[in-house]
């Protein structure tokens, strides 16, 4: 059974950092492809950045470029998002999720952090 366990999220404060989480179990994790997405309140899921399985390429939204970084380490299961300069529209549910190889199609989610910014 494929586990998700994101972790990292919390209250932090306009303009400071936080770094998100993801340990993955029951599957070959240095195999797949992994990714990360948001949820605002009332508003649609949204692709944030993905990763090739040997952490070779990375793949940003564009409003995500230049503030938000991923990385993998292969050897603890474990995907990163770090987070820099938040801003109050940052503000979401932050879900990992395993992904095909092309970083299209999302196979597995996890059940999400919450990160909220706010003074």
């Known amino acids: 059974q494929v586990q998700l366990v994101e972790s990292g999220g919390g209250l932090v404060q306009p303009g400071g950092s936080l770094r998100l989480s993801c340990v993955a179990s029951?599957?070959?994790?240095?195999?797949?492809?992994m990714g990360w997405f948001r949820q605002a309140a009332g508003k649609e899921r949204e692709f944030v950045v993905g990763?090739?399985?040997?952490?070779?390429?990375?793949y940003y939204a564009d409003s995500m470029k230049g503030r938000f970084t991923i990385s993998r380490d292969n050897a603890k299961n474990t995907v990163y998002l770090q987070m820099n300069s938040l801003q109050s529209e940052d503000t979401a549910v932050y879900y990992c999720?395993?992904?095909?190889?092309?970083?299209?199609?999302?196979?597995?989610w996890g059940q999400g952090t919450q990160v909220t910014v706010s003074s």
């Open positions: 999720a395993v992904m095909d190889s092309a970083i299209v199609q999302v196979h597995y």
């Open positions: 029951g599957r070959t994790f240095a195999a797949d492809a």
């Open positions: 990763i090739s399985w040997s952490g070779d390429s990375t």
